[in-house]
């Protein structure tokens, strides 16, 4: 670090102590404040508490994110709050009430961790725009945590991608820390890693942000900085005041926020149609789950039409006995046992449990104890789990050879 870097660190650190009975003076802030604001194309803010720079992005509805364009991605209104849960809930929600979140940070966790980079975006009438607050200086996180808090409300839905785990607790021990607020003022919060999960890591495997945003929207980033560099950036700024790198870091932040719109109204989009809007079976199947856990039996069967008809008979050995379940609750029985006797020729997990459900079946709802034993019998050669499974199976196989002797 030069002389100079040092001076101005102890000059700001001095003046922030007021000696007592005197009014404290605010210092002008250093002149390499003004270069980074002029090199990001940002705005200088200067407060008692510090002084942070403000840039300002705007995309209109004509942007296009990969295949999609801003403005159908902000035409959803009325967004069903359950599209983003697992459980049902009522009420609503519309993409104007929220604020997409995310931060760049000085490391991946522990106390000494700074946000030094903290995006906003808001959907305005004529399209997103997105704030970003940067601090120059670890000193002047204060005054940026002041203002921020000025971009929530109880009236607002903070939106964030695995905030829950990571945005958030840093923003809120910071906020401590600095003495600004014991908590972040919303609504709500939505964080879209849980409910992207629940939907496509079937199908994506890999649900970071950069491979959802290629897989569901075809947008893949040109020259992007990958997250592990970017605190260095920030180091060689502090440091020895290079730039070079720092928009990248920028416009990182802006695309995770601009990718967050699009990704909050994909899954509304789910939501509201009840999964029209999907074609993969594996997403398919993973909503049938969530309704599935709602007790939704009606809208798993929906979701089974479609699943046949794209692959009829064809689907995977667990979606077919996950579904035949299903059937079984609906008390769908002919259903329930086509697609057991159809996975119970196989030798797989899925093929021991059509063979059960199909000895129950024949055993108590046809009083058929040899077929039913006959099924059991195929369980017991195929059990793929240990000495209690094979327990069961044999004092099911003991009881129906004694019920059909007796007959």
């Known amino acids: 670090m030069s002389n100079d870097n040092f001076k101005d660190r102890l000059n700001r650190f001095q003046s922030s102590i007021a000696p007592s009975g005197k009014k404290k003076v605010q210092k002008a802030p250093p002149e390499r404040y003004q270069r980074l604001a002029a090199a990001m194309g940002g705005e200088l803010i200067d407060r008692q508490a510090g002084s942070y720079v403000l840039i300002r992005r705007f ?60 995006g906003c975006g808001s959907l305005r009438p004529d399209g997103l725009e997105v704030r970003q607050y940067l601090i120059p200086d670890y000193a002047d996180e204060c ?127 789910v939501g509201e149609s009840c999964g029209e809007v999907l074609d993969q079976v594996d997403d398919l199947h993973s909503l049938s789950r969530v309704y599935g856990r709602r007790k939704q039996k009606g809208l798993v069967q929906d979701i089974y039409e479609r699943i046949d008809g794209i692959e009829p008979g064809r689907a995977a050995d667990d979606i077919l006995l996950y579904h035949s379940m299903n059937f079984k609750r609906l008390k ?36 058929d104890p040899a077929r039913a034993r006959g099924f059991a019998v195929r369980a017991a050669e195929i059990c793929p789990y240990g000495n209690s ?14 019920g059909i002797n007796r007959d």
Not at 174 to 183: F, K, P, Q, S, T
Not at 207 to 232: A, H, M, W
Request: proline share 2%; hydrophobic share 45%.
């Open 332 to 367: 769908a029985a002919d259903r329930a046992v086509a697609i057991w006797r159809q996975l119970a020729e196989g030798a797989g997990r899925e093929a021991y449990w059509a063979n059960i459900e199909l000895a129950k079946h024949y055993e108590h709802a046809e009083k």
């Open 59 to 118: 995309y209109s509805h004509d942007y296009r994110h990969g295949s999609l364009r801003l403005r159908d991605a902000a035409g959803v209104t009325d967004i069903p709050v359950s599209a983003y849960t697992l459980l049902a809930e009522e009420g609503t929600l519309d993409l104007s009430s929220m604020v997409f979140l995310d931060t760049e940070t000085t490391g991946l966790g522990g106390s000494g961790v700074v946000a030094f980079l903290i």
């Open 389 to 402: 499974h094979r327990k069961q199976l044999t004092h099911r196989i003991n009881r129906l050879t004694a």
């Open 143 to 269: 005054a940026m945590l002041e203002d921020l808090l000025e971009e929530f409300g109880q009236d607002m839905v903070a939106v964030s991608y695995n905030g829950a785990a990571f945005d958030l607790p840093i923003l809120k021990d910071r906020m401590i820390i600095n003495r600004v607020a014991g908590e972040i003022e919303f609504g709500r919060h939505l964080d879209l890693l849980h409910a992207t999960r629940r939907l496509f890591k079937r199908r994506l495997k890999d649900c970071t942000l950069g491979n959802i945003e290629q897989r569901l929207f075809d947008f893949k980033r040109t020259d992007d900085i990958p997250g592990y560099l970017v605190p260095s950036v920030y180091f060689d700024w502090l440091s020895e005041e290079q730039l070079d790198l720092m928009p990248g870091v920028l416009e990182h932040n802006r695309l995770d926020i601009v990718s967050l719109l699009f990704l909050a109204s994909h899954i509304a989009r």
